[in-house]
């Protein structure tokens, strides 16, 4: 975190998430479509593919913090008004929505003819998708958001807080083995979950020292996950025993893990709020390589295209492509603000939203020179009183307000969701880019 950038003097850190949201893994099946772990679906060509116009657009009742899947005709995403929305892809019109008791900032996963999430009420959900009637439920020991008494030295000191930059809930990930299925998800309770995809009965779970706001990764029989606690985790997906164990940095305001993970060719890839990104041994756990995230925070989960790792920062606004063997830096792009989702791939096009209500198209083979952007209906309307010179800046923001109380930071936090702030990974299908927006709009754009 880059502490001159926002609060050097008063010990605080600023810098923001969603994310889980949002996380890369393998999935063993074509049928599995979880689209915040799978790698992107599109068929996309090589050439320059510039954002077009609004598709359609879906106004839910909160802040869309909730990535989506896109499969069989349907979209799905979740709310903050504690809702999974099912839409049609072609026209953008509920087919239906299901109510939960909690903000829905976990991103579904599909398999089959059912749709898996998480909610802040404490719950994970398995859900039919062709009419939204609930299948099962499996109570967690209780969800919550990052936080603590005097967060980060802010006052009240004895008033409870919540991170204000802790947007995800852990999405659930689904591994079909022998006829089954398995579920595995993080909880804020510590433990990452196994359970059983047709009933919802427990297999096991795996108790780490931290709230699990990431979301789980496989690869090759083994499940990565990092943890609060600061460390990052590899646990056999079968038994639900600890393989091995990696420690992130632990310095104040610079630790804990909200990325998740992605595992490639014997390699796993995760970031850290410590501000580093990095490459380990998936056999064993070793550092193969980390790379220096110039003091942000890394809450983007990576995502591995060709030869490199692409990945969001905080405070420094950039999406980076390192290189996957050396974790030397290839190229950055430099967005308005925060980039906390997963960055899509199609073709030679990467896709990526910024905390300013962005949505950029990339093009790689220009290394970020050649791009195009499209604005959020809450950007487009907010971005002339927020923004200082078209730029997330946290102090101006504040107006002069003072920051060691957390009330004013707070509202510094709400003004800038007011730009329709996208920490939702974008899913690339067929031509579109779905996303959410903190506007509360699903937004639908094509590309050309």
Known sequence: MDLNNILRPLLLFFLFLSTAGNVQAQQPSAQASAMFHDAPKTAGSQEYRSLRNIKWKFKTGGKIFSSPAVINGMAFIGSEDGNLYALDVQSGKQRWKFATGGAVHSSPAVYGNTVFFGSFDGYYYAVDIRHGKLRWKFKTEGEKQIGGK????????DTDMNDLWDCFLSSPLVIPEGGEQTVYFGSSDGNLYAVNG?????????????????????DSGTLFIGSWDTWFYAV?????????????????????????????DGRV?????????????????????????ENAWIISSPMVYGDAVYVGTSDTYLLLAIDKKTGREKFRFRTNGYVFGTPAIAGSMVYAGDFTGKMYAIDLGSAGKRW??????????N???????????????????DLYQYAENKKVMDAFYTLGSIVSSPVVQDGVVYFGSADGYFYALQVK
Do not use: C
Not at 383 to 401: E, I, M, P, Q, S
């Open 383 to 401: 971005a002339h009183a927020v923004l200082k010179n078209d730029t997330l800046d946290f102090r101006y923001a504040a107006r002069g307000a």
């Open 236 to 264: 056999d997906a079968k038994t639900g025993k600890e393989k091995w164990k990696f420690k992130t940095g632990g310095e104040p305001a610079m630790s804990g893990i909200l990325s998740s993970a992605i595992a490639d």
């Open 372 to 381: 195009t952007a499209f604005s959020t209906e809450g950007r487009k309307q």
């Open 150 to 157: 005097g967060y980060f030295g802010m006052k009240p000191v």
């Open 198 to 218: 047709r009933n919802g009965s427990l297999k096991w779970k795996f108790k780490t020292g931290g709230i699990l706001h990431s979301s789980p990764t496989f």
């Open 269 to 293: 890839y995760f970031g850290a709020r410590d501000a580093n990104l990095y490459a380990l041994n998936a056999e064993n756990g070793n550092l193969v390589w980390k790379y220096p995230a």
